[in-house]
């Protein structure tokens, strides 16, 4: 597509080179096989970690846990969300390979699809964030509040993610930047190029991520170190220091996995805008090398909805015993003494 004849579409295309695409466009990491696969086995990850979710919420009586899981099960459904979307689109291109300027000549679907990917991908670090602090608070300031959050109140955080994250993805249809088809021609994302409203999404985008990652990695370390200091305190209660641990392996590792999968491609929309603002205006198509690594970046980041609902599966007590039997709570001073008065056992559960 060039000049007049793009019309309304050369907002959307032109980014990359279509026809030098083409030849290239059956290796392994565009064939229709890879998404298809990736696909597939992060559906059924999350489907298999929701039944899980919803399974160990009806036998818990902790709200600490209970509100612990919303925030879960919010970050597996959007994870979810997020791969039925973006499959339903992407995958039925690799195997028909249908002409996008001609089926989506206004670029509506594009826009869906950047949205889509904004969207999905922002929600899940904003989440991981906003768990460290909720932990954070519930282990280092326990009596700054008389209660944990309720259900009610944890699921109206989730939405209110869910909210900021569709503003942000709004941005570009709203004018600031521009959704654009990627490379090998199969998917919408932001656009990497040197004008001012593309920079300055970028940078929000890119940015927003960055601190959302480290924001958690500050309070999940200071969590973890305040765990690691009264984890051998007598005179705490065992099952609850338990649950704290449980909860901060899980979050821990879903940390992990969002830093490893995340953090490339973050670190590298800021490079590649920023070295390119010297030829603001003069670049009008991205290098073939940078299509390329975004595309990679991207897979990278797909293994992130693949793996967080692992971290939930693999990573509770009732795992972690079966392996490490040392890991099972030791018995209660009630349970040692089931003989003792009412009144005592009363006192006793009270202290």
Same mark, same amino acid.
């Given at each position: !597509?060039?000049?007049?004849?793009?019309?309304?579409?050369?907002?959307?295309?032109?980014?990359?080179?279509?026809?030098?695409?083409?030849?290239?466009?059956?290796?392994?990491?565009?064939?229709?096989?890879?998404?298809?696969?990736?696909?597939? $086995?992060?559906?059924?990850?999350?489907?298999?970690?929701?039944?899980?979710? !919803?399974?160990?919420?009806?036998?818990?009586?902790?709200?600490?846990?209970?509100?612990?899981?919303?925030?879960?099960?919010?970050?597996?459904?959007?994870?979810?969300?997020?791969?039925?979307?973006?499959?339903?689109?992407i995958i039925p291109y690799h195997f028909i390979k249908f002409p996008w300027a001609e089926v989506d000549p206004?670029?509506?679907?594009?826009?869906?699809?950047?949205?889509?990917?904004?969207?999905? &991908?922002?929600?899940?670090?904003?989440?991981?964030?906003?768990?460290?602090? %909720?932990?954070?608070?519930? $282990?280092?300031?326990?009596?700054?509040?008389?209660?944990?959050?309720?259900?009610?109140?944890?699921?109206?955080?989730? &939405?209110?993610?869910?909210?900021?994250?569709?503003?942000?993805?709004?941005?570009?249809?709203?004018?600031?930047?521009?959704?654009?088809?990627?490379?090998?021609?199969?998917?919408?994302?932001?656009?990497?190029?040197?004008?001012?409203?593309?920079? *300055?999404?970028?940078?929000?985008?890119?940015?927003?991520?960055?601190?959302?990652?480290?924001?958690?990695?500050?309070?999940?370390? @200071?969590?973890?170190?305040?765990l690691c200091r009264v984890y051998h305190d007598r005179e705490s209660v065992q099952r609850r220091r338990d649950? %704290? @641990?449980?909860?901060?392996?899980?979050? @821990? &590792?879903?940390?992990?996995?969002?830093?490893?999968?995340?953090?490339?491609?973050?670190?590298?929309? *800021?490079?590649? @805008?920023?070295?390119?603002?010297?030829?603001?205006g003069h670049i009008q198509v991205l290098p073939t090398e940078t299509q390329k690594m975004l595309l990679i970046?991207?897979?990278?980041?797909?293994?992130?909805?693949? !793996?967080?609902?692992?971290?939930?599966?693999?990573?509770?007590?009732?795992? !972690?015993?079966?392996?490490?039997?040392?890991?099972?709570?030791?018995?209660? $001073? $009630?349970?040692?003494?089931?003989?003792?008065?009412?009144?005592?056992?009363?006192?006793?559960?009270?202290?």
């Open positions: !597509l060039n000049g007049s004849a793009a019309g309304r579409a050369g907002m959307c295309f032109g980014v990359f080179n279509a026809s030098g695409s083409r030849g290239s466009a059956q290796n392994s990491i565009t064939s229709p096989w890879f998404s298809t696969a990736f696909g597939l $086995i992060g559906l059924c990850s999350n489907l298999f970690a929701l039944c899980v979710l !919803l399974s160990s919420s009806r036998k818990l009586s902790s709200r600490a846990r209970s509100s612990f899981l919303v925030f879960l099960c919010g970050l597996v459904v959007t994870d979810f969300m997020g791969l039925l979307v973006t499959a339903s689109v206004s670029c509506h679907l594009c826009n869906f699809l950047g949205f889509s990917m904004v969207f999905f &991908g922002q929600c899940p670090l904003l989440l991981g964030a906003t768990m460290a602090s %909720e932990r954070f608070f519930g $282990i280092n300031h326990p009596f700054s509040r008389s209660t944990s959050i309720s259900k009610r109140r944890a699921w109206s955080i989730v &939405g209110l993610v869910w909210g900021f994250s569709c503003l942000l993805g709004l941005l570009p249809v709203l004018g600031l930047g521009r959704y654009t088809l990627q490379y090998p021609g199969s998917w919408c994302f932001l656009t990497l190029l040197p004008d001012t409203g593309n920079v *300055i999404f970028c940078l929000l985008f890119a940015l927003l991520g960055i601190f959302s990652v480290l924001l958690s990695f500050v309070f999940n370390t @200071v969590s973890v170190v305040t649950s %704290e @641990v449980e909860m901060m392996v899980q979050l @821990v &590792g879903i940390m992990i996995i969002a830093t490893i999968c995340w953090m490339p491609l973050l670190v590298f929309i *800021i490079q590649t @805008v920023l070295q390119q603002l010297p030829a603001s970046y991207i897979r990278m980041v797909t293994w992130n909805q693949i !793996l967080d609902p692992w971290v939930y599966i693999l990573f509770r007590r009732a795992v !972690l015993q079966r392996i490490y039997p040392s890991l099972r709570p030791r018995p209660s $001073i $009630i349970s040692l003494y089931p003989v003792l008065n009412p009144s005592l056992r009363r006192k006793l559960t009270t202290d």
